[in-house]
Structure formats: structure tokens, C-alpha cells
């Protein structure tokens, strides 16, 4: 079985961090890219931030400088850190996992974790 289990999520008052994290078990192929993805209430799912096997980074502009996403690719494991959270942050967040066989592509979801930032 796939797994991804997700841990950190909570509710926080703005100005305040929480460190989201993502454990990845059952993993079929090499592990290409992990991410972090939101929506909101009414709202499309979007990108957060993302981070290769090798390391490279990517941010979504309204995180950028406040959020820092790393990995442990050992341990197939993924963390976002946040910052000086907002209340336009609070959202429910997903864990992703991108695997390459020689066979496909596969792209992998967790269940998501609440976050809540409090004016």
C-alpha cells in the first residue's frame, strides 16, 4: 500500500509557525518530486512549495520568504516549515509525492491536514 501520513497541522495565531511533515511508505519507483499543495474553502487546490530529489526548490509567490520546504529523501520524508502565518493561509493541506518507473509516472496524495490561522 501507498502510504503518506502528514503531521503538524493545528490551529495557530497569525504571526505564529507550525511545521508541517510528510512520511512516504510504500513508494513503488524513485521518488522525482514532493510537494506541498492548499485549498481553501471555495477555492482551487494550489501549489505551495515543491522540492526535488535533488534538492531544487520552487515557491508560490504568497509563500515565498515566510515558508521553507526541505526533505530527507534517506527517509522519504518531507517538511514544510511556516512562518509569520496568516489568516488568508488557513486551509487544508496536501502531501505529494511524484515516483517514476520505467513503466509510468505515479502521483500520490495524502488525506490532507487542517490548518488554521486565528486573526
Known amino acids: 500500500q501507498v502510504q503518506l501520513v502528514e503531521s503538524g497541522g493545528g490551529l495557530v495565531q497569525a504571526g505564529g509557525s507550525l511545521r508541517l511533515s510528510c512520511a512516504a511508505s510504500?513508494?513503488?519507483?524513485?521518488?522525482?518530486?514532493m510537494g506541498w499543495y492548499r485549498q481553501a474553502p471555495g477555492k482551487q487546490r494550489e501549489l505551495v512549495a515543491t522540492?526535488?530529489?535533488?534538492?531544487?526548490?520552487t515557491y508560490a509567490n504568497s509563500v515565498k520568504g515566510r515558508f521553507t520546504i526541505s526533505g530527507d529523501n534517506a527517509k522519504n520524508t518531507m517538511y514544510l516549515q511556516m512562518n509569520s502565518l496568516r489568516p488568508e493561509d488557513t486551509a487544508v493541506y496536501y502531501c505529494n509525492v511524484d515516483a517514476k518507473t520505467k513503466y509510468a509516472v505515479l502521483r500520490s496524495w495524502g488525506q490532507g491536514t487542517q490548518v488554521t490561522v486565528s486573526s
Open positions: 522540492i526535488t530529489s535533488g534538492g531544487t526548490t
Open positions: 510504500g513508494i513503488i519507483g524513485s521518488i522525482t518530486t
